[in-house]
């Protein structure tokens, strides 16, 4: 097929903009000869489940499914019952980017509760857990945190293990978004592990497209009693793979090395990169940390539109005028210089 766009352009308005690692492409060309048994019976699939054994431990279940919204409506939906509600940010994926998926095909409430540049505490947990055998109020289920944040901050492992000892002293399941996990790893500069299962995370929906992948992500079971019936909410939801070894081989590609690091890694330093470059430039004001791979700024009147006519990015708050910059596995060191050149030509 003809290339019909300038593989040289890059954006910064998300990860998901970048293309597939070419290690995974070659992954993806090594299992597609032959036939594999369909729907999860294959032997990539089956790897899967070792290999992230060696990042998360033994006992843990492992679902590949194709969209990150898919892997956190069926995450909550097996941790929860009917009348469940979840309690989030109101920055969280969930409630922001996701449509009305978790209403209308999870069926349950989310009890959104400010935050603390994208993060929650175990306080702030309490704003909505309440309502406890009150008919006439979503019964508090689940709480879910993103990992990073949607404002680019890493939850600490001890931060979790807060916050999953509260939950679970109010009869609540922890769930972990980790559409950016692997950023969040790199930043912490600690094993997926640390803050993850061993800090009291019940399910994990481990992300990979953002990270170089060809849309594939996995729901992590770490706590097998918590859940109910994720299999045949999976089938139910059409998040079941009749083709699974493409989606499992790709998980493979990335974490049976060091792929998954390498790429995060990289994508934060170009966001440090980004900011250094302009920490100091009048009229450029940080809004958040840079702990991973975003950067979020307010620019003067009239700038960012004049930016936009040469590079795409996201407005994240219209009524401040914030922006966000996403830097993804392939930005270069050149891509981050022209794009800082750019924003010291506009603000001049």
Same mark, same amino acid.
């Given at each position: 097929?003809?290339?019909?766009?300038?593989?040289?352009?890059?954006?910064?308005?998300?990860?998901?903009?970048?293309?597939?690692?070419?290690?995974? $492409?070659?992954?993806?060309?090594?299992?597609?000869?032959?036939?594999?048994?369909?729907?999860?019976?294959?032997?990539?699939?089956?790897?899967?489940?070792?290999?992230?054994?060696?990042?998360?431990?033994?006992?843990?279940?492992?679902?590949?499914?194709?969209?990150?919204?898919?892997?956190?409506?069926?995450?909550?939906?097996?941790?929860?019952?009917?009348?469940?509600?979840?309690?989030?940010?109101?920055?969280?994926?969930?409630?922001?980017?996701?449509s009305v998926a978790p209403q209308a095909v999870g069926h349950?409430?989310?009890?959104?509760?400010?935050?603390?540049?994208?993060?929650?505490?175990?306080?702030?947990?309490?704003?909505?857990?309440?309502?406890?055998?009150?008919?006439?109020?979503?019964?508090?289920?689940?709480?879910?945190?993103?990992?990073?944040?949607?404002?680019?901050?890493?939850?600490?492992?001890?931060?979790?293990?807060?916050?999953?000892?509260?939950?679970?002293?109010?009869?609540?399941? $922890?769930?972990?978004?980790?559409?950016?996990?692997?950023?969040?790893?790199?930043?912490?500069?600690?094993?997926?592990?640390?803050?993850?299962?061993?800090?009291?995370?019940?399910?994990?929906?481990?992300?990979?497209?953002?990270?170089?992948?060809?849309? @594939?992500?996995?729901?992590?079971?770490?706590?097998?009693?918590?859940?109910?019936?994720?299999?045949?909410?999976?089938?139910m939801n059409m998040q079941l793979s009749s083709k699974m070894?493409?989606?499992?081989?790709?998980?493979?590609?990335?974490?049976?090395?060091? $792929?998954?690091?390498?790429?995060?890694?990289?994508?934060?330093?170009?966001?440090?990169?980004?900011? @250094?470059? $302009?920490?100091?430039?009048?009229?450029?004001?940080?809004?958040?940390?840079?702990?991973?791979?975003?950067?979020?700024?307010?620019?003067?009147?009239?700038?960012?539109?004049?930016?936009?006519?040469?590079?795409?990015?996201?407005?994240?708050?219209?009524?401040?005028?914030?922006?966000?910059?996403?830097?993804?596995?392939?930005?270069?060191?050149?891509?981050?210089?022209?794009?800082?050149?750019?924003?010291?030509?506009?603000?001049?």
């Open positions: 097929m003809q290339r019909l766009h300038d593989a040289a352009w890059r954006g910064f308005a998300s990860d998901n903009y970048a293309g597939v690692h070419p290690e995974v $492409l070659e992954a993806l060309h090594a299992v597609n000869g032959g036939h594999q048994v369909a729907y999860g019976e294959d032997l990539y699939t089956e790897k899967l489940t070792h290999v992230m054994e060696t990042h998360f431990g033994l006992g843990i279940e492992v679902f590949p499914v194709f969209n990150g919204t898919g892997a956190n409506v069926l995450s909550l939906q097996s941790l929860l019952p009917r009348w469940g509600g979840v309690i989030c940010a109101q920055t969280a994926h969930l409630g922001n980017d996701e349950f409430a989310l009890l959104q509760v400010p935050h603390e540049h994208g993060k929650i505490t175990p306080e702030l947990v309490d704003m909505q857990a309440y309502g406890f055998g009150d008919e006439h109020h979503p019964q508090p289920a689940a709480v879910s945190i993103t990992q990073s944040s949607e404002l680019g901050t890493v939850y600490t492992p001890a931060e979790v293990r807060a916050l999953a000892d509260h939950a679970h002293s109010k009869g609540m399941a $922890l769930h972990m978004d980790g559409a950016r996990i692997s950023n969040a790893a790199a930043s912490l500069g600690v094993p997926l592990r640390e803050f993850t299962r061993d800090a009291g995370v019940d399910v994990l929906s481990f992300g990979g497209t953002k990270n170089g992948l060809l849309g @594939a992500e996995a729901i992590v079971v770490f706590s097998p009693e918590r859940v109910n019936g994720l299999i045949y909410l999976r089938k070894r493409f989606i499992s081989a790709q998980l493979v590609a990335m974490l049976e090395g060091d $792929l998954w690091l390498r790429s995060a890694t990289h994508a934060n330093k170009m966001a440090a990169r980004l900011r @250094a470059g $302009l920490e100091g430039v009048s009229g450029v004001t940080f809004t958040q940390p840079t702990q991973a791979n975003g950067v979020f700024a307010i620019l003067p009147s009239g700038v960012a539109d004049e930016l936009r006519k040469t590079f795409r990015f996201y407005d994240w708050n219209n009524a401040t005028g914030e922006v966000r910059w996403m830097c993804a596995w392939d930005t270069t060191e050149d891509d981050v210089d022209a794009f800082i050149d750019g924003i010291k030509a506009a603000v001049a």
